[in-house]
C-alpha cells in the first residue's frame, strides 16, 4: 500500500480501488495520448463516447442486463431518484406503496406524497429500524403503482438478503449502498438506482437501471430534465453528461471485471464483514446495533459501553491509520463501511485494533 494512504472506511464518498485511482492519476494530463485530460473533452469527443459506451457495457456484463433494460447516467444524487421515481412511474388513482426501513427511505417516501398516494407497507421505524424481517410476507396490493425498497440501510447497517416476491407489481430498489457488491437478478426490479459514490465512482454520477417499458408511463406534462426516457433516448448524452463520474466508473467496472466480477467480489465481501460481526459477538465490550439476520455486509454498526469510549476509539483508530469509524449523526455510535474498494487486511487491521483498544479499555 501507498505509504500516505490509510485504510478508509468512511461510509460515502468512500474509498476506490487503488489500482482504479492510480489509473485516473497516470491518464489524468494526457488521456491515451490526446494531449489533454478526459475531463478537458468534450462530452460528444470520439474519445469520450468510447468512456461512455464502455462504461454501459461493463455494467451490462458485470450485472447481466437485458436488452429490455436501459442504463442511465444521471446527476442530482440518490435523493434525486426520491423524486424521479414518484415524477415517472407513479400512475393516478393506484397506491405507490414503500417500505420504510430508515432514513434513505423515509425521504424517499416524504417526496413521493408530494407526486403519489403513498402507502407504507412495512414501517420498520416500529422497531428503531434495526430489523427489517420477512420481507416476503409484507402485504403489497396486487394493484399498486410500484413498490420500493432500499436494498441497504447506510445509516442504521441493515440489508435485505433476499427480496420481496412482488408479482406483477414493479419493484423499485435504491441500491446506493450495496450496488455492485452482490449477486442479483436485475430481472426482478422495475428500476434500480446508485449515487455512486459509496461502491462504484466518485460523487456526482447516479447510475439507473430502467425496464424500458415503463418508460411509457411518464405523463407529457414531466419536464425534460426529469424525463427518464430523455437519457434512455440519448445514451444519457441529451446535455452535458457527469464526464468525470462516468470515466471513473469506467474504471471501476473494468476493476470489477478484471478481478472476477461481481460473483468474486461477493465472496470477499461475505468474508470481511463475517469476520468483523465474529468479532462483536466475541464480546460485550462491542455490540452490533442490528439483529443478526438483517446485518449489512457493507456498514457494520456498533456501540460501545459508553459515548466517551466511542469517541476515543474513533479518535485512536485514525490515529492509528483507520479513518471514517463515526457513525452517522443520526445514530451514533461506531460505523465501518466495508465496501467494494476496502481491502481484506483494512478489516484484518480494524479487527486487530478493536482487539488491542478492548484489552487497554474493557
Ligand atoms: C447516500 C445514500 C443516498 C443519498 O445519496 P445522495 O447522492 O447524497 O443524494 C440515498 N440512498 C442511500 C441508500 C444512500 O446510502
Known amino acids: 500500500m501507498d505509504p500516505k494512504r490509510v485504510y478508509n472506511f468512511n461510509a460515502g464518498p468512500a474509498a476506490l480501488p487503488l489500482e482504479v485511482m492510480k489509473k485516473a492519476q497516470e491518464e489524468f494530463l494526457d488521456y491515451h495520448g490526446m494531449g489533454y485530460g478526459i475531463v478537458e473533452a468534450s462530452h460528444r469527443s470520439k474519445a469520450f463516447e468510447e468512456v461512455n459506451d464502455a462504461a454501459e457495457a461493463n455494467l451490462r456484463k458485470l450485472l447481466n442486463i437485458g436488452p429490455d ?201 461475505n468474508v470481511k464483514s463475517h469476520n468483523l460481526y465474529e468479532r462483536l459477538d466475541l464480546s460485550i465490550f462491542y455490540k452490533g446495533t442490528v439483529e443478526p439476520a438483517d446485518r449489512s455486509k457493507m456498514n457494520v454498526c456498533y456501540r460501545l459501553p459508553e459515548e466517551a469510549l466511542e469517541e476515543k476509539f474513533v479518535k485512536e483508530a485514525k490515529a492509528a491509520g483507520l479513518d471514517g469509524l463515526k457513525g452517522h449523526r443520526a445514530v451514533g455510535g461506531i460505523r465501518a463501511s466495508l465496501y467494494n474498494a476496502v481491502p481484506l487486511a483494512a478489516v484484518s487491521s480494524l479487527i486487530d485494533f478493536m482487539t488491542d483498544f478492548e484489552e487497554k479499555n474493557g
Open 69 to 269: 433494460y436501459a442504463v442511465l447516467f444521471l446527476q442530482g444524487g440518490g435523493s434525486l431518484q426520491f423524486a424521479m421515481v414518484p415524477m415517472n412511474l407513479a400512475v393516478p388513482g393506484k397506491k405507490a406503496c414503500y417500505a420504510d426501513t430508515g432514513e434513505w427511505s423515509l425521504k424517499a417516501i416524504k417526496e413521493a406524497k408530494l407526486f403519489a398516494d403513498v402507502e407504507v407497507v412495512y414501517d420498520g421505524r416500529h422497531y428503531e429500524y434495526k430489523r427489517i424481517g420477512d420481507c416476503t410476507e409484507w402485504d403489497v396490493p396486487q394493484d399498486a403503482a410500484y413498490f420500493y425498497i432500499c436494498s441497504n440501510n447506510t445509516v442504521h447497517g441493515t440489508q435485505y438478503h433476499f427480496f420481496p416476491e412482488t408479482g406483477d407489481v414493479p419493484l423499485i430498489a435504491d441500491m446506493s449502498s450495496d450496488f455492485c457488491s452482490r449477486r442479483f437478478d436485475v430481472n426482478k426490479f422495475g428500476l434500480i438506482f446508485a449515487g455512486a459514490q459509496k461502491n462504484v465512482g466518485p460523487a456526482g454520477l447516479t447510475v439507473v437501471i430502467v425496464r424500458k417499458d415503463l418508460l411509457k408511463r411518464t405523463p407529457a406534462s414531466l419536464t425534460t430534465m426529469l424525463r427518464y426516457s430523455t437519457f434512455a433516448d440519448s445514451k444519457s448524452l441529451y446535455n452535458t453528461p457527469p464526464v468525470f463520474g462516468i470515466y471513473m466508473f469506467r474504471l471501476v467496472t473494468d476493476w470489477l471485471l478484471a478481478s472476477g466480477g461481481i460473483e468474486a467480489i461477493e465472496k470477499i465481501n
